[in-house]
């Protein structure tokens, strides 16, 4: 190259900003030519720019127009505009802090770091590097050194309030809670509206067992951002693991607001919807009538007792309730309301009454006791409506409403005729629920791909039992409030893999290998980013339930189909990601249907299993014999007639089987069905699971747990940090805590 063709280039390079690719050209045309003027005066004032910029700054428009780019995630760009920067101003600060912002923004956490580095050498005073840098080694798992980074940022800015926020975040990750709820409280002492911290403080309560102060906290979060569906989440949480706690009064219009929530399953936070309903006085007062059986005297009365507490009709509508003494009272009532067949229109207030108890008995499949009395006056009142329909009279919507509370109506000739008629739009959501929602569902049913053949002959039985009890009959469901990459979840649940999580970033593929009536699919669906679902179950009235909820949510990335899991080494796919829950164990051979599973999982995939625990369910166990020993069969009148046994047992007749009442799945009919009357049961210990990983290439990587006590204890025996990967460790914990898996075992496992 000549010596004018160099300059030319230097100086283009000098026009673009491109100041260390000019000074270099300079710097090697004077190594050459130590006399060239043109090349001694470049670098000069290539010099003299440097030295200028070091004590200059950009202007405000020129960081404001990198960081709307970053804001509008438009990195790629931002970082394009910083590199220009940068060149120009290399002494400012700000820029690097950008700079590592983006990179850590794209996941680049390593150049992220040089750069907060970059900018702390420039500005070793830089609180905001400090406190930027400790997230990104956090998100590098380097929490220990995350703290002493927002400790320093800290240090120069003690009322840094998202220094505090973040450290109280890394002493959580570090295992230190106490100090995490210090770091929590002095930022809300600077900024008494945080929400967030508010929130984490709550969970760290939470963790920390202090429940009722938690609750409060994550109240207040959500006082002050009531949309944010990780504050409802976190609250769900609390209520779950409180159990039976009795929260104080101030809970009752978050619970009614949090049955409205996509990101919580109402039957999660049943029960303590009914601690706080059972210090209601209106309830208080139905109860006491129902107890010195003047209910058939006084029901209009208590009906309206009950119809002025939205929280428990709403939860009527939306799940079992898993409450003797409730059920018993809706009981009674169901009862005295058929007994008079009330004609006068009831307010609008009573008929909500009406309304909630109709569509409750739906949902719980009629699981409720009818008496032979009952079932003659029932006869009666469906004749009687079935005359008036045809003969197109007036229809007292109360009649309709009673006669759902006992049969589904879209079994009637006559329903689709009763939707017609003006008389009964007032009672509409029943007809919704029992009539037209069950007609898509027949729709639906015959347009359900059907994969396999089913031969087994337990899956045919198991098949048919799901076909007659879809299970479990839900209405709000719990979705995950944001998807995470495959990488992310993993990290939530504190599970760690031992190679390169990246295969599982994009569009991870997923089979939901036994889906029911589709809330295990949709919360799938919703956890993992950009993830693509395929549902199989063997009954097609589950199918059915799950696809109309699935549109009914708008949610596009599942598809199901019919097949039994024992033939699906047909389906010419495999997966990143199978999740089979509940269903192995009602298979012949577990072992044969798992072993197909594994085979359609891609190399390093990961599953997640839900088996029965042998040493949990000896209650059900015990249930079981009880129900063989009396000859209690499956139908619905059998397991009505069972569950009413059970629920008048003095309490201290059979500590065991009364202990069947804590179980949420007693009080609905499929769910009963499902829990003790199943065609088919296998139940296992975690050796035996160890055993059975071994023979499938399987390595067990962690459990989910929905109690974080459960693990919190663990560690406490157990403070190995590989310790909550060893079975045989948690085989030693189950035997000490034989509830600790009361649903289920619920784990993660990948191929080997
Ligand atoms: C207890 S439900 C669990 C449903 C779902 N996993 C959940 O957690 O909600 C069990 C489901 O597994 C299905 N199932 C059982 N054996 C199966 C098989 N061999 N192939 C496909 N599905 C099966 C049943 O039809 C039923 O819907």
New binding site residues.
């Given amino acids: 190259m000549n010596i004018d063709r160099i300059l030319a280039k230097a100086k283009s390079h000098e026009k673009r900003g491109e100041t260390d690719e000019a000074r270099q050209l300079y710097t090697m045309l004077l190594q050459t030519f130590p006399q060239n003027q043109r090349a001694r005066r470049g670098l000069k004032a290539l010099q003299d720019t440097t030295l200028q910029n070091n004590y200059s700054s950009p202007t405000k428009a020129q960081i404001d127009t990198v960081i709307v780019l970053y804001s509008k995630g438009q990195i790629r760009e931002a970082l394009d505009a910083l590199v220009i920067l940068t060149t120009t101003y290399p002494s400012v600060s700000l820029l690097y802090n950008i700079k590592g912002a983006c990179y850590a923004s794209i996941g680049q956490l390593d150049v992220a770091v040089e750069s907060f580095n970059k900018a702390l050498e420039i500005k070793p005073d830089d609180a905001e590097a400090y406190s930027n840098l400790g997230n990104v080694l956090k998100g590098l798992g380097q929490v220990e050194a995350a703290v002493t980074s927002y400790k320093q940022a800290l240090k120069i800015k003690p009322d840094y309030v998202e220094a505090h926020y973040n450290l109280g975040n890394a002493l959580v990750g570090l295992g230190q809670p106490m100090l995490a709820v210090t770091s929590y409280e002095r930022a809300l002492r600077i900024k008494p509206d945080y929400a967030e911290a508010h929130c984490n403080l709550g969970t760290t309560l939470k963790d920390l067992g202090q429940l009722d102060d938690a609750i409060l906290c994550i109240q207040k979060a959500i006082s002050i951002d009531p949309n944010n569906s990780i504050f409802w989440d976190k609250f769900a949480h609390v209520l779950r693991e409180g159990g039976s706690t009795a929260f104080g009064g101030t809970l009752s219009p978050y619970l009614l607001q949090a049955l409205e929530q996509p990101s919580i399953r109402p039957s999660d936070i049943s029960i303590s919807i009914i601690n706080t309903l059972r210090q209601q006085p209106n309830l208080q007062a139905a109860f006491k009538v129902s107890r010195t059986g003047d209910l058939d005297k006084t029901i209009s009365n208590v009906i309206r007792q009950l119809a002025s507490i939205p929280l428990l009709l709403r939860l009527m509508e939306l799940c079992p309730i898993p409450a003797p003494d409730i059920e018993q009272l809706l009981t009674q009532m169901r009862h005295a309301m058929l007994n008079q067949w009330p004609v006068e229109n009831q307010d609008s207030q009573g008929l909500r009454f009406f309304k909630a108890l109709a569509i409750h008995c739906f949902t719980n499949e009629y699981v409720f006791l009818e008496s032979d009395e009952e079932t003659q006056e029932i006869n009666r009142l469906q004749n009687k409506l079935k005359t008036l329909v045809e003969g197109r009279e007036a229809i007292p919507a109360t009649w309709v409403a009673i006669l759902g509370a006992y049969r589904p109506l879209h079994i009637f000739s006559w329903s689709d005729q009763l939707k017609e008629s003006g008389s009964v739009e007032n009672i509409k959501e029943i007809l919704v629920r029992q009539i037209n929602e069950v007609r898509e569902e027949q729709h639906f049913s015959l347009k359900v791909p059907r994969i396999t053949s089913?031969n087994?002959k337990?899956?045919k039985l198991?098949?048919e039992?799901?076909e007659q009890s879809?299970?479990?009959r839900w209405v709000n469901t719990g979705l995950y409030a944001k998807p995470l990459v495959v990488g992310e979840v993993l990290q939530e649940l504190e599970i760690k893999l031992s190679f390169n999580e990246e295969q599982f970033s994009v569009s991870p593929d997923i089979l939901?290998?036994?889906?029911?009536?589709?809330?295990?699919a949709l919360s799938t669906a919703s956890r993992f980013k950009d993830c693509n679902v395929l549902a199989?179950?063997?009954?097609l009235n589950?199918l059915s339930y799950a696809i109309r909820k699935t549109k009914e949510l708008g949610v596009s990335n599942i598809e199901y189909m019919q097949?039994?899991?024992?033939e699906?080494n047909s389906l010419e796919r495999q997966f990143d990601i199978i999740?089979?829950?509940?269903?192995?164990h009602?298979?012949d051979n577990p072992l044969a249907?798992w072993r197909v599973l594994v085979d359609l999982l891609r190399p390093s995939g990961l599953m997640q299993i839900?088996l029965y625990s042998d040493m949990a369910r000896e209650p059900i166990v015990e249930a079981r014999e009880f129900i063989e020993k009396k000859k209690y069969g499956d139908s619905p009148e059998d397991i009505r007639r069972f569950r009413a046994e059970i629920m008048n047992m003095s309490n201290d007749s059979n500590s065991h089987l009364q202990k069947i009442l804590d179980s949420r799945g007693f009080y609905s009919l499929s769910e009963c069905r499902?829990l003790l009357f199943h065609v088919q049961e296998h139940r296992f210990t975690l050796l035996q699971i160890e055993i059975a990983l071994k023979e499938l290439g399987l390595e067990f990587i962690g459990f989910e747990l929905s109690n974080a006590q459960i693990m919190k204890k663990f560690r406490e025996i157990y403070p190995k940090e590989n310790s909550p990967t060893l079975l045989p460790l948690w085989h030693q914990f189950e035997l000490m805590n034989p509830g600790a898996f009361g649903g289920m075992y619920q784990f993660w496992v990948q191929k080997t």
């Fill in positions: 089913i087994n337990v899956s198991v098949r039992q799901y879809p299970y479990p939901i290998a036994g889906c029911g009536t589709g809330q295990h199989v179950d063997l009954s589950s097949a039994d899991i024992l699906l999740e089979s829950s509940g269903v192995l009602h298979m249907g839900g499902d």
